[in-house]
């Protein structure tokens, strides 16, 4: 079974840039066979999409609240799955997680001060 592990989480201002990663380890013939994707989840929110990635990075999916700041994409390669965020904004502070094939990752924390 595989497991996916998330980093690159911190605190930053807004208007900065973060890049997440998501590493899968355990079965990852798994990780490069599926599409994949970034939801977050804010204090009292409910968890939202983010991004999605095809299995072979071809087709990318965005919410419309982060089209054109975020990017996806990923290294199967490296059993590894990154986010890159520009143009950072307060109301993008929140737990991103990594899904792939219905495993999730534990998240990691996002926060934008004004």
């Known amino acids: 079974q595989m497991q996916l592990f998330e980093s690159g989480g911190a605190l930053v201002q807004a208007g900065g840039s973060l890049r997440l990663a998501c590493e899968g380890s355990?079965?990852?013939?798994?990780?490069?066979?599926?599409?994949m994707g970034w939801f977050r989840q804010a204090p009292g929110k409910e968890r939202e999409f983010v991004a999605a990635?095809?299995?072979?990075?071809?087709?990318?999916y965005y919410s419309d609240s982060v089209k054109g700041r975020f990017a996806i994409s990923r290294d199967n390669s490296k059993n590894t799955m990154y986010l890159q965020m520009e143009r950072l904004k307060p109301e993008d502070t929140a737990r991103y997680s990594c899904v792939s094939d219905l495993t999730w990752g534990q998240g990691t924390q996002v926060t934008v001060s004004s």
């Open positions: 355990g079965d990852t013939d798994t990780f490069s066979r599926t599409i």
């Open positions: 990635i095809s299995w072979r990075a071809d087709l990318t």
